[in-house]
C-alpha cells in the first residue's frame, strides 16, 4: 500500500550559575529539535484527480509553502507525523496506517486500531487527535505513538466510545533508516473513553511527558507519564464537571501550565496543571452556545496568554491571565458567508468555510479549518494579542486540493525544564559557549519582505531594526517558541540595515539588505 507524505562567566554566585547554565541547556535543547513540527499534511481521493490529491505545508523557511502531490493516504480529521530536525518529514498516520519517508506504509506499519471503525474508515479515522507522536526519551531513535479509535458502536459513528487506548512503538533505525514498528496495538488502558483529544506536555523536569485522556460520561482525566523506562499509570483524576462524548479539541498551553478541554456537547474547560505532579486545578468551565455544527476545535497562542474557540459560526478569545477567565469572552470573528470554490473546477459545488479545527503553526499564527471539505484555511495572525487585533483572517489560505477538516496534533517538543517544582533531569550536552545566538534572514537581499530564522527560544523577544546610522526604525514582538519572524519595511528607503533579536540576556542579530 503506498502511503502518504508526505555567552563569558563571571565570577557568579552559586544560584546565579545554575540558572545560567539551565538557560543555555534549554536553548540548546529548543535548537537541536527545531524542525520537527514543519510538516503539515491533509487532502484525500488521490486518484480522483484535482482538486482531489493532498497538500503539503512546510513552514521550515518560515512562509508556509504549500505543495500539491497525487498520493494514496488519505486524511478525515485523523492526523500525526513528526520530522527530523532539519525538517525532512520522518513518517506519519492518518489513525489507520503509518508511513514512512518514501510515502509508502512503514515496514509492519498497517494495522493500527482495529475494529470496526477501522474497518469502515480504512481511508482515515474522522476523529480529532487520535492519534499523537513522541520521542521516547532518552532514546534518539525510538517514538512512541499514542492512538485510540471509536470501537463503541458496530456501525461506527463520530462520537462513539473508545475502549482502548493504545501505544505502538517506531524504531528508526529499522528497515535501513526508513523506521519500522516493533510493537503494535499494545493496550495501555481498557475502559469507555472520549475518542480523540490526546494531548500530551512535557514533564518538569524537560525530560519526561504527561499524555492526557478523558473518560466517557464522567469528570474523570487520565494521564499516563512517559518515562526513559516505563510508561506509568494511568493515573486518575476526577475535577469539574460531567463531560460527555463530543466533537471539539484537547490542548496544553505552550508554557504546559493550562489545560483546555472542548467538546460541543458541554462547553469548554480550563484547568491549571502542575508539569512536576500531573495535577489539574482551579477549574474554569463555560457553557459554549451550539452553533448547528459539529466541526469545531480550540487552540492556544505561543505566549499561553490566550485561548481560541472555533465555533462553527464564531470564534471566540479568552484571556487566560485575565482573574475571570470566562468573563474576558470575545467575539473576534463572525462567519462572513464566504462560499470556497476550487479555481477552475465548473461543477465543484460551494461550500460555506465556517469555522472547524485549530491549531497553533510553527510561524506563531493559528490556523483554522473550515469545518467542510474546501481549499480554504482561515488564520489568526497575531493570536497573542488580546483584543480584535488577533486579526482573525478568514479564508486566507487556499490550499491546491480538496481537504476535510485535518490539522496535525503535535504537542510543544521544545518545552524545558521548570526549576520552580523539580530538578532538572536533562543532561548538560557539549557544545560550544557563545554569547549569542545565530540568526538568519531569506531572502536577503529583498525587497522588504523576508523572514527572519532563529533558534526556539522559551520567552517571548522583541525584533529591533537599525539603520545605517543607528537610528532605531522598527520594533516588534517575537512569540515564545516561535522560530520564525516574518519582517516588511516596505516603507523604508534602500541600503543595509541591522536587525536585532533580543530573549533578555540573549541576542542574535543579523545585516540585511534592501533593493
Not at 498516520?93 to 518514501?102: E, K, Q, R, S, V
Not at 512503514?106 to 494495522?111: T, Y
Not at 494531548?199 to 504527561?210: F, L, S, V
Not at 537610528?471 to 520564525?484: D, F, G, H, T
Request: charged residues 10%; aromatic residues 12%; neutral net charge.
Amino acid at each position: 500500500m503506498k502511503a502518504v507524505l508526505p555567552f563569558k562567566l563571571l565570577i557568579m554566585n552559586k544560584k546565579t550559575i545554575i540558572l545560567f547554565v539551565l538557560n543555555l541547556l534549554m536553548t540548546y535543547v529548543c535548537k537541536s529539535q527545531q524542525g520537527i513540527t514543519n510538516n503539515w499534511l491533509m487532502g484525500y481521493q488521490s486518484a480522483a484527480g484535482y482538486p482531489g490529491g493532498q497538500t503539503l505545508i512546510n513552514f521550515y523557511n518560515g512562509m508556509p509553502v504549500l505543495t500539491y502531490d497525487s498520493l494514496e493516504m488519505d486524511f478525515n480529521h485523523t492526523h500525526s507525523n513528526i520530522s527530523d530536525n532539519n525538517g525532512n518529514l520522518r513518517f506519519y498516520t492518518n489513525g489507520f496506517y503509518l508511513a514512512d519517508a518514501t510515502n509508502d506504509t512503514m515496514q509492519n506499519g498497517s494495522g493500527l486500531s482495529p475494529g470496526a471503525y477501522a474497518n469502515a474508515f480504512s481511508d482515515g479515522f474522522g476523529i480529532p487527535q487520535a492519534s499523537l507522536v513522541i520521542p521516547k526519551p532518552n532514546s534518539p531513535n525510538l517514538y512512541y505513538l499514542f492512538h485510540n479509535t471509536a470501537d463503541g458502536y458496530s456501525q461506527p459513528i463520530p462520537n462513539s466510545i473508545s475502549y482502548n487506548f493504545y501505544l505502538t512503538t517506531i524504531d528508526m533505525n529499522g528497515n535501513g533508516g526508513l523506521g519500522n514498528v516493533i510493537s503494535k496495538n499494545v493496550s495501555l488502558l481498557t475502559d469507555s473513553m472520549n475518542p480523540g483529544k490526546i494531548a500530551a506536555t512535557k514533564h518538569a523536569n524537560g525530560r519526561d511527558w504527561w499524555v492526557m485522556i478523558h473518560r466517557v460520561n464522567t469528570n474523570t482525566f487520565y494521564k499516563f507519564l512517559v518515562t526513559p523506562t516505563v510508561i506509568l499509570g494511568p493515573y486518575s483524576q476526577n475535577i469539574g464537571v460531567i463531560r460527555g462524548d463530543g466533537a471539539g479539541q484537547a490542548w496544553f498551553s505552550p508554557d504546559g501550565k493550562k489545560y483546555a478541554y472542548y467538546y460541543v456537547n458541554g462547553g469548554l474547560d480550563i484547568f491549571d496543571f502542575n508539569r512536576c505532579n500531573g495535577t489539574l486545578s482551579n477549574t474554569v468551565h463555560v457553557t459554549m452556545p451550539f452553533e448547528n455544527g459539529y466541526n469545531v476545535g480550540m487552540a492556544i497562542s505561543a505566549s499561553s496568554n490566550a485561548l481560541y474557540v472555533s465555533n462553527t459560526q464564531h470564534v471566540y478569545q479568552f484571556d487566560l491571565t485575565a482573574a475571570n477567565i470566562a468573563a474576558s469572552q470575545l467575539t473576534v470573528a463572525t462567519y462572513d458567508s464566504f462560499v470556497s470554490i476550487p479555481p477552475n473546477c465548473t461543477f465543484c459545488p460551494p461550500l460555506a468555510t465556517l469555522f472547524g479545527l485549530s491549531a497553533l503553526a510553527p510561524d506563531g499564527k493559528i490556523y483554522i479549518t473550515t469545518g467542510n471539505s474546501t481549499v480554504h484555511m482561515h488564520t489568526i495572525d497575531n493570536p497573542d494579542l488580546i483584543g480584535l487585533g488577533c486579526n482573525v483572517n478568514q479564508h486566507s489560505v487556499q490550499l491546491p486540493a480538496y481537504y476535510f477538516n485535518t490539522l496535525p496534533n503535535h504537542p510543544n517538543y521544545f518545552l524545558g525544564c521548570d526549576t520552580t517544582c523539580t530538578t532538572c533531569l536533562v543532561g548538560l550536552p557539549d557544545f560550544p559557549e557563545r554569547e549569542a545566538l545565530t540568526a538568519r534572514a531569506s531572502p536577503n537581499p529583498s525587497n522588504g519582505n523576508f523572514t527572519l530564522q532563529f533558534p526556539v527560544q522559551m520567552i517571548s523577544g522583541e525584533m529591533e531594526i537599525y539603520d545605517v546610522m543607528g537610528n532605531l526604525v522598527l520594533k516588534e514582538y517575537v512569540a515564545p517558541w516561535s522560530q520564525y519572524k516574518r519582517v516588511n519595511i516596505d516603507g523604508l528607503a534602500k541600503g543595509i540595515y541591522l536587525c536585532k533579536l533580543k530573549w533578555g540576556s540573549i541576542e542574535g542579530s543579523v545585516k540585511v539588505i534592501k533593493e
